[in-house]
C-alpha cells in the first residue's frame, strides 16, 4: 500500500499561484507514473498533468504553458506549480500514483481561485 498525502492548496487570487505537494508514504521507485487530477463541484474528476519517472510529462489542455509537474523520486514527491490561476481551475486536487498496475489516491487539497 501506498499513501499519498497533499499539500499546499488555499485560497488565492486570479492570477496567483500555488505549489502543490504529494508525498508518498514509501518509496515508488522510478516507474511509478505520478499525476495530478481535479474535480470541481458538480464535475467529474479530470486530469491535470502526469510524469513518467523518467521526466516525461502530459498536461491537459486548460493548464498548459500555467502550470508544471515535476517529480523528485528519491524523496517519494511529487510538485505541481500552478501560476496564473483561475476562477475555473478551482477544485479539490489529487494526486495519483500508478505503480505496478495499482492506482493509489490521495485525499485531496481545496483550490479556490477568488477575488
Known amino acids: 500500500q501506498v499513501q499519498l498525502v497533499e499539500s499546499g492548496g488555499g485560497l488565492v487570487q486570479p492570477g496567483g499561484s500555488l505549489r502543490l505537494s504529494c508525498v508518498a508514504s514509501?518509496?515508488?521507485?522510478?516507474?511509478?507514473?505520478m499525476g495530478w487530477y481535479r474535480q470541481a463541484p458538480g464535475q467529474q474528476r479530470e486530469l491535470v498533468a502526469t510524469?513518467?519517472?523518467?521526466?516525461?510529462?502530459n498536461y491537459s489542455d486548460s493548464v498548459k504553458g500555467r502550470f508544471t509537474i515535476s517529480r523528485d523520486t528519491p524523496k517519494n514527491t511529487a510538485y505541481l506549480q500552478m501560476n496564473n490561476l483561475k476562477p475555473e481551475d478551482t477544485a479539490v486536487y489529487y494526486c495519483?500514483?500508478?505503480?505496478?498496475?495499482?492506482?493509489?489516491w490521495g485525499q485531496g487539497t481545496q483550490v479556490t481561485v477568488s477575488a
Open positions: 514509501r518509496s515508488i521507485g522510478g516507474s511509478a507514473v
Open positions: 510524469i513518467q519517472g523518467f521526466g516525461d510529462t
Open positions: 495519483k500514483v500508478v505503480q505496478f498496475g495499482r492506482d493509489y
